[in-house]
Nanobody
Framework: QVQLVESGGGLVQPGGSLKLSCAAS????????MGWYRQAPGKERELVAA???????TYAGSVKGRFTISRDNAKNTVYLQMDSLKPEDTAVYLC???????????????WGQGTQVTVSS
């Protein structure tokens, strides 16, 4: 099995910064894309940022220029540096990874349990 464990959430004032981490562990042979999604109360889950195994990144328009996604392939870990945070960034942030646990199997999608980010004065 594969586990994704997020950390780094919390309460921050508008304009502040937070850095989220997500470490994948378990029977991992290979990880393809990794990403961060968020879900605010009453809203649909949305993609925040994603990064391929080769380092190509994608960002939601609302966070472009403020958030930076990166990964450490040796540690099976993805990060999200969030700067210039706004109240509308408040949400549960969930980690996602496409993981292969056996070379004979395709990549499967795994999710972390999420970490709360609250931006408020």
């Amino acid at each position: 099995q594969v586990q994704l464990v997020e950390s780094g959430g919390g309460l921050v004032q508008p304009g502040g910064s937070l850095k989220l981490s997500c470490a994948a562990s378990g029977s991992i042979v290979s990880i393809d894309a990794m990403g961060w999604y968020r879900q605010a109360p009453g809203k649909e889950r949305e993609l925040v940022a994603a990064i391929t195994s080769g380092g190509t990144t994608t960002y939601a328009g609302s966070v472009k220029g403020r958030f930076t996604i990166s990964r450490d392939n040796a540690k099976n870990t993805v990060y999200l540096q969030m700067d210039s945070l706004k109240p509308e960034d408040t949400a549960v942030y969930l980690c996602n990874a496409e993981v292969r646990t056996d070379w004979r199997l395709p990549f499967y999608n795994y999710w972390g349990q999420g970490t709360q980010v609250t931006v408020s004065s």
